[in-house]
């Protein structure tokens, strides 16, 4: 049972564009939603975060969207660049007991921005 | 400041055959969770450490085992290794105060261990 759906799988756009990549989870138990960047080669890094009593966070030129009613929330990246070209994967985890926790994540979108 | 490490960087084995893959967390970090990352698809958790015990367990088989080492480095561990074994293993280390709740607190991944089995 996959618990978090994302899309769309890959994203083609031009440099200064805003791509836009979507997430929807199924357990109302989470509380927290991190996005994470990977480039080949490397793991994921941490990008920006949001709990479900926000609407949006902004830092820099990425932007979550949540919308905790819909169970779905959103990455907007601003001014995309060349250099934004990797794949980004979407996440959720809960609290559990003694403050451990296990992301859970989409299947990731590649995202290739034109110069 | 030395982030995750892990080690092999590339590894190739035989099905049936048993690896351990390494892993030394970022400094100051006590916790390290292991994921089994497959080609084109999101990290799926396998389980956690902390204290030298195994915390938290993701939908894994018996054949994958860990240990946490007191300096806080981990090892995990798989046998009978099967095709759909290959994978993209990734370590991810981590600190959670005493009393916090939950998130990515200094979750940092390492670059992982490309696990080829043949």
């Known amino acids: 049972q996959q618990q978090v759906k994302q899309s769309p799988q890959s994203l083609i756009v031009q440099k200064g564009g805003i791509p836009i990549i979507n997430c929807a989870y199924e357990?109302?138990?989470?509380?927290?939603f991190p996005w994470y960047q990977q480039f080949p080669g490397k793991g994921p890094a941490l990008l920006i975060a949001i709990r479900p009593d926000v609407s949006e966070k902004k830092e820099g030129r990425f932007t979550i969207s949540f919308n905790k009613s819909a169970k779905q929330f959103s990455l907007h990246i601003m001014d995309s660049q060349p250099g934004d070209s990797a794949t980004y994967f979407c996440a959720a985890t809960r609290y559990q007991t003694a403050g451990s926790y296990q992301l859970t994540f989409g299947k990731g979108t590649k995202l290739s921005v034109i110069p | 400041d030395a982030g995750v490490t892990q080690s092999p960087t590339h590894l190739i084995k035989t099905r049936g055959q048993q690896v351990t893959l390494r892993c030394s967390p970022k400094s100051g970090h006590d916790t390290v969770s292991w994921y089994q990352q497959a080609l084109g698809q999101g990290p799926q958790f396998i389980f956690q450490?902390?204290?030298?015990?195994?915390?938290q367990r993701g939908n894994f088989p018996d054949r994958f085992s860990g240990h946490q080492f007191p300096n806080y480095s981990s090892e995990l561990n798989v046998n009978a290794l099967l095709l759909g074994d290959s994978a993209l293993y990734l370590c991810?280390?981590?600190?959670?105060?005493?009393?916090?709740?939950?998130?990515?607190?200094?979750?940092?991944f390492g670059s992982g261990t490309r696990l080829t089995v043949v």
């Open positions: 991810a280390s981590s600190w959670i105060p005493p009393g916090q709740g939950a998130g990515g607190y200094g979750y940092t």
């Open positions: 357990n109302t138990a989470f509380d927290y």
């Open positions: 450490y902390y204290e030298e015990e195994e915390r």
